[in-house]
């Protein structure tokens, strides 16, 4: 029988989450090319602060899920 070597890289901390941000931001812009809410509400943080900025009626930071989707995503999706 042969021997197999595996090398596997260790990767920082630091890089596993960086790693893991990328994963959900895919996943994040997926969902919304789908139009999918409840996978896009499953990937925030139950504290959120989602900051819109400029000048509209919507321009203002939203703080919680339900503040985000109710306040800002449902009048601009429908």
């Known amino acids: 029988m042969g021997v197999v070597y595996l090398e596997v890289a260790a990767m920082s901390p630091a890089a ?3 790693s893991e941000n990328i ?3 895919r996943k994040g812009y997926e969902a919304f ?3 999918d809410l409840d996978a896009i509400r499953d ?3 139950p504290n959120i602060v989602w900051h819109v900025s400029g ?3 919507f321009a203002r930071d939203y703080h ?3 503040d985000v989707f109710g306040n800002f995503f449902a009048p601009v999706i429908s």
């Open 23 to 25: 994963e959900r931001a």
């Open 33 to 35: 090319d789908q139009g």
């Open 16 to 18: 596993v989450s960086v």
């Open 55 to 57: 000048r509209s009626r």
């Open 43 to 45: 990937l925030m943080d």
């Open 64 to 66: 919680g899920i339900d």
